[in-house]
C-alpha cells in the first residue's frame, strides 16, 4: 500500500504555507483519494502556521525552529529527510520552489530513492502515472516507477491551491539533529516592488518582443520610450514581464536593449512555461519556440503590425493588427485614471 507525503514550506512571512506547497497539497489529498492510501503532510517553517484557513484531514507533521526561518541547503535537506523517514513514505510530493528544488535530489538520495522533476499532472488508477515535458516542453511524457520511494517536484500552476475546509488534526513535532551550520544569512537584497519585473503570481503576463527596439515608423530607435511604455504597464496592472528569445540577446550583440531586461524574463525556448491567467504578446511574431512556452497561459492576445504573423494563425486568442507604441501610451493612460 502507497503512503503518500506532501512536503511543503512557510512563505516569507514565516507564518502561513506558500501558494506552491498549497497546489502540492491538492494534488497529494487528489492522488491519496484515487489510491485510498493515507496522506500526510510535513510543514518546515520557523514558528507555528497559521493554519486557519485549513489543510485537509492528514496526518500533520512539523519541523520548526529558527535554524529553518531561512533556505539553506544543509537544514532544510535535514528537515525533509526527518519529514519522509517520520511518514514513512512511498510517494513523496513536494513544490519545484527555489527551496526544494535545491535539496529533493539529495534527500531522494539519501533514503536510496529515485526523483522526476518538472511534473504537471498525476494520473493512474491502478499505478501512479505522472507527466513530464521534455525537450524544452516540446515533448510530454507519461512516467511510472515501481522503485520506491518515488519524489515528485510539482511545476507550480498544474493544480489549484487547496482551499478546502479546515480539519482539524494535531501537529506532530518531528525533532531534527541539525548538523554543523557552516552558513549564516546576514540579509535580503531586493529590487523595490516596482522595480521588480517578474511576478509568478501576477494575473497578467506582458510579453515584450524585439520590435520595440527596431526603428519606428520615423527612422528613428526609441528605447527609452519604450522602457517607459513597458515599465508603466507594469506597474499599473501589477503585470510580470516575459521576454522572447532574440530580444534578450540583443545584449550580447552590442544592439540597444531594454535596460531591466534579463535572460530570467525569457520565456520559450529556455524551457521557461509561466503559467498566468492572461497573456499579452506585443511586437512578437509569434513563432513556434516563442510560443511554445504560452502553452499554459489561459488566454492569448497579441499586438502585432504584421496580420499575417504567427499570432494569427490560431496561435492568440485575439490579435490588434496596430502599433504598439500609441497602443500601449493609451492603455496606460486609461489605467491611470481606472487606479
Known amino acids: 500500500m502507497e503512503s503518500i507525503l506532501v512536503l511543503t514550506h512557510a512563505d516569507e512571512t514565516g507564518s502561513a504555507l506558500t501558494k506552491a506547497s498549497l497546489e502540492a497539497v491538492t494534488a497529494g489529498q487528489e492522488l491519496a483519494g484515487r489510491l485510498s492510501a493515507p496522506l500526510a503532510?510535513?510543514?518546515?517553517?520557523?514558528?507555528?502556521?497559521?493554519?486557519?484557513?485549513?489543510?485537509?484531514?492528514?496526518?500533520?507533521?512539523?519541523?520548526?525552529?529558527?535554524?529553518?526561518?531561512?533556505?539553506?541547503?544543509?537544514?532544510d535537506a535535514a528537515a525533509c529527510e526527518a519529514l519522509c523517514r517520520a511518514a514513512a513514505a512511498t510517494i513523496v510530493l513536494a513544490p519545484a520552489s527555489s527551496?526544494?528544488?535545491?535539496?529533493a535530489a539529495g534527500v531522494a538520495h539519501r533514503l536510496n530513492g529515485f526523483i522526476d522533476t518538472h511534473i504537471t499532472a498525476i494520473g493512474g488508477t491502478d499505478t501512479v502515472e505522472v507527466t513530464r515535458w521534455f525537450y524544452r516542453q516540446r515533448v510530454e511524457a507519461v512516467l511510472t516507477r515501481d522503485a520506491r520511494p518515488w519524489f515528485l517536484l510539482l511545476d507550480a500552476g498544474t493544480h489549484a491551491a487547496y482551499a478546502g475546509v479546515p480539519a482539524a488534526a494535531p501537529v506532530e513535532e518531528i525533532k531534527v539533529e541539525l548538523p554543523a551550520q557552516r552558513t549564516t544569512v546576514t540579509g535580503i537584497r531586493a529590487p523595490r516592488q516596482d522595480e521588480q519585473t517578474i511576478r509568478p503570481d501576477a494575473k497578467l503576463l506582458?510579453?515584450?518582443?524585439?520590435?520595440?527596439?527596431?526603428?519606428?515608423?520615423?527612422?528613428?530607435?526609441?528605447?527609452?520610450?519604450?522602457?517607459?511604455?513597458?515599465?508603466?504597464?507594469l506597474r499599473a496592472a501589477n503585470a510580470s514581464l516575459g521576454s522572447s528569445k532574440s530580444l534578450v540577446d540583443q545584449g550580447g550583440e552590442g544592439n540597444s536593449v531594454l535596460p531591466f531586461l534579463t535572460h530570467l524574463n525569457q520565456i520559450g525556448q529556455t524551457g521557461a512555461t509561466p503559467r498566468h491567467p492572461k497573456g499579452l504578446a506585443t511586437c512578437c511574431h509569434g513563432e513556434e519556440p516563442h510560443v511554445v512556452g504560452w502553452r499554459f497561459i489561459a488566454e492569448r492576445r497579441a499586438i502585432s503590425l504584421d496580420p499575417n504573423c504567427g499570432w494569427t494563425r490560431g496561435k492568440a486568442d485575439v490579435v490588434y493588427v496596430a502599433d504598439a507604441f500609441p497602443v500601449v501610451a493609451k492603455v496606460n493612460e486609461l489605467l491611470a485614471k481606472g487606479n
Open 206 to 233: 506582458f510579453v515584450a518582443g524585439a520590435g520595440w527596439t527596431k526603428k519606428q515608423p520615423d527612422g528613428q530607435i526609441h528605447v527609452s520610450e519604450a522602457a517607459g511604455l513597458i515599465l508603466g504597464f
Open 41 to 75: 503532510i510535513g510543514i518546515v517553517s520557523s514558528g507555528p502556521i497559521n493554519l486557519s484557513k485549513g489543510l485537509p484531514s492528514a496526518r500533520l507533521l512539523a519541523v520548526s525552529g529558527e535554524a529553518f526561518a531561512q533556505p539553506r541547503y544543509a537544514t
Open 99 to 103: 527551496r526544494f528544488a535545491r535539496v
